[in-house]
């Protein structure tokens, strides 16, 4: 609570005061006297969206009059994060809320813990859409995000003994002051031969420092008519309910798998209901613009976030040709310079195929599309490359054998003019392997754009501190252009300057050592060395591969090696029916049971698993990070944007040659990176001469001494059985090669052992990391779409709001 006796409000302090007030009594109806911490957190978000509303309907109208080229950006997922303090730093209001909050004997972090996160993305893939939204706003590009409005998001995870447990996600139980209904642009679809409606809800998304507010549109499924009045006057009221029940499914819950297609029917339902809502949404664009039909692709940029709305090739096609009489060529080049497509994993679980039977039974009319574009496709291949049946094969959009199905990824390359992967070796890895053959047909059609984060919630938002010394030492200006930290690098080497940023850090560590008491109990030293790995628990990224080096590390020091302290960090979710990413989670929580409580250990190693990992969380957790563990299997992580949030915020880095690490290496310089394990390349040599752990284990005696403890129930009260498919798995197949990169991967946690004990030289290697990092803000991702891939340009937006440049 504040003092009794707040400071003065600032006059735009004073106005937010009086917009809360006036939101109680109008919005709320309440008497303060009976205002909840929650009533408080509504009437401040309306107030702060009472000012963005001017810049939102200014940019509508800017968009609209000048009839702008559009970028549209087609989602499954969005995983946002909360709105507030994010709206708040992009209006430069955060201080004035502040203010305005402690007048009300409030702060302003009870406003803000009390925003649930609209938690509709699973990891990397959401993350990634919802900073491209707010990049494309702060360079004013003419966008719409298009999504569907999970009524449940990403599930709760709580962890007890046995690991995981999952509840759900009410996000939206007590409302959402920061969407919109609009109940007028309404669509139908048809899936199954019922017809279903997507109902608009808008969301603004505001850019920092400037008047442009773009739209996130989240389609939400309708029953057609509330009631089957036949049924109801037939006396079967439940059967009058029933359709309305099953349609409105189709937007009640996210897939909680991350990277693993499950070829379920209510996935391909949702997939063509948010596609062709927002189709048909753009189509009414350009009826109200007066734009022809034929114009479609010089209006709007499609990009396709992944295969999830691959469908959009087929919609479109059959909008064009069914709904406004489009011939089939005309339709076909229309919807080629329209779309384009992101792949964000060469994963084969995650690629999407569905059987020829449930996509007859849902889409049939877009089956017969599909059948027709894949036919004259054969045809063109078949005149380039004759006598090449077996390519033709390979490269159909039908998979043939016992069960047919779709290659949506297949669909997805035909069907666009560009096909991206997210850095640099992973597009180079598409253009090699999983699309090869299209890469011969269509060299020019396959690009790199590396992925971005950016600095606004990632920094400006989750780090404040650090903000404020950047500010001090280089300006304002790197908020907008990331690049401008290059003048960090020569503070790398000045000591007051050292000084303060060790102070930051601190901070930022102590903050994480409140937020793990409270979650876990569990008491951490915050001048020990925090080691973080937190994303998506999957074998690929290899957290158990870190564990391993944690129970290592403990036999080490429990035989009385000096190692300095750690505070090794685990955070993530599994997907709820991946047994093996759950019993990895159950291994971790068993071993910070013993490992937290074992007077041998003396401080020097704690084990935390903080659990729901969230955007939320992740706000608290990356700017505490020395040491971020980006482990994953060369060749497999696509990108990774945890990596790049982690280095931003001064981490340093330990990782494999994988996904944008690579590039993250090449800027921070190999001096400052620790590097280990093999390459993709030496992968692929391994398994060509057929792969087996066990020559590596046997010549390493500490990684046996560590797999038996594990083995011997030490981490689970006795139980010799419970992580035998883990162990098991480990020793024969071992598909994500740890044992190759096990004893490499200790060679370099030695290293940091080492650099950490020279705590100047550390802190010289943090302040770099953060100094070339600029690379990596999704401004510089979104630049390259727009003038490579979409052709869009920025449309300033002249509104009379007044909004500062600064937080
Ligand atoms: C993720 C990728 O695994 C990750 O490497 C990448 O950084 C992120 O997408 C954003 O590009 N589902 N999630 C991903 O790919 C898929 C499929």
Redesign the pocket.
Known sequence: MASSTPAPCPPKGQALLEAMRRHLFSSQAKSASLATTHDHYVCLSLAVRDILLTSWVDTVDTYTSQHVRTATYMSAEYLLGPHLENNLVSLGLREEARAACEALGLTLEEMLAEEPEPGLG????GR?AACFQESMATLELPAIGYGIRYEFGIFRQQIGPTGQMESTDPWLARGNPWEVIRPEWSYPVVIGGQTVIGVAYDTPILGYGVHTANTLRLWSAQAPDAFDFASFNAGDYTRAVLHKVQSETLSKVLYPN??LEQGKRLRLSQQIFFVSCSLQDMFRILGSQGIPVTEFHRKFAVQLN?THPAIAVAELMRLLIDEHGVDWDTAWSITTATISYTN??LLPE?LEAWGLELFQQLLPRQLQIIFEINARFLRTLRIRFPGQPDLLERLSLIEEGPHRKVRMAHLAVVGSHTVNG?AELHSRLLKENLFAEFAQVWPERFTNIT?GVTPRRWLAVANPPLAELLNDAIGTDWCRHLDQLRKLEPLATDAAFLERWQGVREQAKERLAATIRQDTGVLVDPSSLFDVQVKRIHEYKRQHMAALQVVERYLRLRAGEDLPPRTVIFGGKAAPGYAMAKLIIRLIVGMAEIINIDPAMDGRLRVIFLPNFSVKLGQKIYPAVDLSEQISTAGM?????GNMKMSLNGALTIGTLD?ANIEIRDRVGDDNFFLFGHTAEQLAAINRNGYHPMPWLENDALAKEAIDLIGSGHFSEGDRDLFHPLLANLCSSDPFRVMADLGDYRRAQNEVDGAWCDAGRWSMMSVLNTARCGFFSSDRSIQEYAERIWKVVPVPVNSCSVIPQSS
């Open positions: 699973n990891g990397g893939l990634l991350d990277e992944d964000h994993t995650a997210v992925n992580e696509a990108s990774g944007t996904g």
